[in-house]
């Protein structure tokens, strides 16, 4: 998804913030490329003279994260790549100022087969901040 998209949403977020150098975006967005997933997720034994210790990891439940403004689209797919694989779900507080990307964001963190489906993994609810 992130190759696939990265000059898309990197100009997505640069148009909304006006923050930064739009090189800079599309750099963020390939270093989320290589964040690791669930090939961190390894249960582990080992066994000794006072017993035998089995290590799994186990979902948190709901995580949630605050993106800055400056680059939030890494930031989101940077976080969401670890707290999915490890079968959390997961709650974006994004910035008033980068917020319209928000939905783009999710949607493309959604398996194709699941974006129409109602019980999907993350749900995204936007609205206005208070004036």
Request: include cysteine; proline fraction near 6%; charged fraction near 25%.
């Given at each position: 998804?992130?190759?696939?998209?990265?000059d898309?949403?990197?100009?997505?977020?640069?148009?909304?913030?006006?923050?930064?150098?739009?090189?800079?975006?599309?750099?963020?967005?390939?270093?989320?490329?290589?964040?690791?997933?669930?090939?961190?997720?390894?249960?582990?034994?080992?066994?000794?003279?006072?017993?035998?210790?089995?290590?799994?990891?186990?979902?948190?439940?709901?995580?949630?994260?605050v993106?800055?403004?400056?680059h939030?689209?890494?930031?989101?797919?940077?976080?969401?790549?670890?707290?999915?694989?490890?079968?959390?779900?997961?709650?974006?507080?994004?910035?008033?100022?980068?917020?319209?990307?928000?939905?783009?964001?999710?949607?493309?963190?959604?398996?194709?087969?699941?974006?129409?489906?109602?019980?999907?993994?993350?749900?995204?609810?936007?609205?206005?901040?208070?004036?």
């Amino acid at each position: 998804m992130l190759r696939r998209d990265r000059d898309e949403l990197a100009r997505i977020e640069f148009a909304e913030t006006k923050i930064g150098k739009l090189v800079h975006k599309v750099e963020k967005l390939d270093v989320a490329a290589g964040v690791p997933g669930m090939e961190m997720l390894k249960t582990d034994a080992t066994s000794g003279t006072h017993g035998l210790t089995v290590t799994e990891y186990a979902p948190y439940g709901v995580v949630g994260i605050v993106t800055p403004v400056t680059h939030s689209i890494p930031t989101l797919a940077c976080n969401a790549i670890m707290i999915i694989a490890a079968g959390n779900a997961l709650i974006c507080n994004p910035h008033p100022s980068g917020a319209k990307w928000c939905g783009r964001g999710d949607a493309a963190f959604q398996p194709r087969d699941c974006r129409e489906d109602r019980h999907r993994q993350s749900d995204l609810h936007r609205r206005e901040p208070d004036d």
